[in-house]
């Protein structure tokens, strides 16, 4: 059974970065599947960030892809997001998620979620 | 952007009730949507891949159909832990979008 736990940073000043990191246990990083970040601002549905795959392509969500970058940790078993000049609206929960295979394939495993801030 | 539009925005039945809940694309994602469930605090959970197939360990009262443009998820009896929003998701293209959700409510 695959566990993703998300870690990071909870309060964030705007213009800052908001990082992410997604340690994943009962699997490998580096399986040929596809890890995602989604959000969710507090009382509004679901926003696909992006995505990530075995050989480091990535996928951008156009709303955010000027501010996003996605890498993979082979060696920590982990992935993380780096989301630069935050704003108000970035406030959510950050989920990290697998895929079944690939992207074009649901979601299949979800973290936890981590609520993330942005304040002065 | 597909944008997936889920209808009605709240259900409120009984225990035993039928719910039906709808999605629409604004374009066609073949077969591509997913169905998920989530509670107060929790994660999505998958319900429904392929329009119409149960993930793993999902009760048979869980049902998806539909096609392209117009998909439903069915709930045929519903139990008190039912009660969660409902999001529709479609995997056809990127960027990957959600719909709205659609909250059910146990009387």
């Known amino acids: 059974q695959v566990q993703l736990q998300e870690s990071g940073p909870r309060l964030v000043k705007p213009s800052g970065t908001l990082s992410l990191t997604c340690a994943i246990s009962g699997a490998s990083i580096s399986s040929d599947k596809w890890w995602s970040w989604v959000r969710q601002a507090p009382g509004k549905g679901l926003e696909w960030l992006g995505e990530?795959?075995?050989?480091?392509?990535?996928n951008y969500n156009p709303s955010v892809v000027r501010r996003l970058t996605m890498y993979r940790e082979d060696s920590k078993n982990q992935f993380s997001l780096e989301l630069t000049s935050v704003i108000a609206a970035d406030t959510a929960v950050y989920y990290c998620?697998?895929?079944?295979?690939?992207?074009?394939?649901?979601?299949?495993?979800w973290g936890q979620g981590t609520l993330v801030t942005v304040s002065s | 952007e597909i944008v997936l539009t889920q209808s009605p925005g709240t259900l409120s039945l009984s225990p035993g009730d039928r719910a039906t809940l709808s999605c629409r694309a604004t374009?066609?994602?073949?077969?591509?949507l997913a169905w998920y469930q989530q509670k107060p605090g929790q994660a999505p959970r998958l319900l429904i891949y392929?329009?119409?197939a149960r993930a793993t360990g999902i009760p048979d009262r869980f049902s998806g159909s539909g096609s392209r443009t117009d998909f439903t998820l069915t709930i045929s009896r519903l139990e008190p832990e039912d009660a969660a929003v409902y999001y529709c998701?479609?995997?056809?293209?990127?960027?990957?979008?959600f719909g709205g959700g659609t909250k059910v409510e146990i009387k």
């Open positions: 998701q479609q995997y056809d293209r990127t960027p990957l979008t």
């Open positions: 998620a697998r895929h079944v295979v690939d992207s074009a394939t649901p979601i299949e495993d």
């Open positions: 374009q066609s994602v073949s077969w591509y």
């Open positions: 990530i795959n075995l050989g480091g392509t990535t």
């Open positions: 392929d329009t119409s």
